[in-house]
């Protein structure tokens, strides 16, 4: 079955560090997307893809980066891990054109503590 | 601008009451889309419904029931006689036309149906 699948689960990181959060779709969907969820926030939107090549800067996009070399694949890069980065980090993928509309189906998430 | 507000930030009943969590969105766009997700204890995002904003028809889906009324910017999510699985934080989320995929997160409803 097509799936969207992140790893690590769960990350333990220290200050400082870069870490990256790996994302893998294989509904070959075109839109990928990444969020954080934090208590009292909800989920907010980090960066997000249109397709292979094509990436953009969401609300929380401070920190963080992502390249997409290929339709499955759309990893998130902490390039100096801050302790404010501790969250659960959610990745998505939708069907169709720059993503109108469509159902977004969520990864089972990583959780990220930054010490 | 862009906003959903879930004003409900907890909600316990118990088991076969019937509980609704209200929805209420503001948006510039006459073409947008809503969307409500299921976050259970476990931790997963679980897609249940989406909306255009051009069908405001009411949807009914076993025991769960939306209700869309764009004269008050609402979509309500009613559970009939729940049950201690439907505990879970619910998520209600837009996604405007003009602003591509991005999904606009409310802060979410945590849901507690006790036996």
């Known amino acids: 079955d097509a799936e969207i699948t992140q790893s690590p689960r769960h990350k333990i990181t220290e200050t400082g560090r870069q870490v990256t959060l790996a994302c893998h779709q294989t509904w070959n969907h075109n839109n990928m997307f990444w969020y954080r969820q934090d208590l009292g926030h909800g989920l907010r939107l980090i960066h997000y893809?249109?397709?292979?090549?094509?990436?953009n800067k969401g609300e929380v996009s401070d920190g963080y980066s992502v390249s997409r070399s290929n339709t499955e694949d759309l990893p998130l890069t902490l390039e100096s891990a801050a302790s404010s980065q501790t969250s659960v980090y959610f990745c998505?993928?939708?069907?169709?054109?720059?993503?109108?509309?469509?159902?977004?189906?969520f990864g089972p998430g990583t959780r990220l503590l930054v010490l | 601008a862009q906003k959903v507000t879930q004003a409900q930030t907890e909600i316990s009943v118990v088991e076969k009451e019937d509980v609704t969590l209200d929805c209420v969105y503001e948006?510039?766009?006459?073409?947008?889309?809503l969307f409500w997700y299921k976050q259970p204890p476990s931790g997963e995002l679980v897609f249940l419904i989406r909306r255009n904003s051009f069908d405001e028809q009411n949807e009914i889906s076993g025991r769960y029931s939306w209700n869309f009324q764009k004269s008050t910017s609402s979509f309500n999510f009613t559970i009939t006689a729940s049950q201690v699985v439907d505990s879970a934080v619910y998520f209600c989320a837009l996604s405007e036309e003009n602003q591509g995929g991005k999904l606009i997160f409310g802060q979410g409803t945590e849901l507690s149906v006790k036996p």
């Open positions: 893809s249109y397709g292979v090549q094509d990436t």
């Open positions: 948006t510039r766009d006459t073409t947008y889309y």
């Open positions: 998505a993928s939708s069907p169709g054109g720059s993503g109108r509309g469509k159902t977004q189906y």
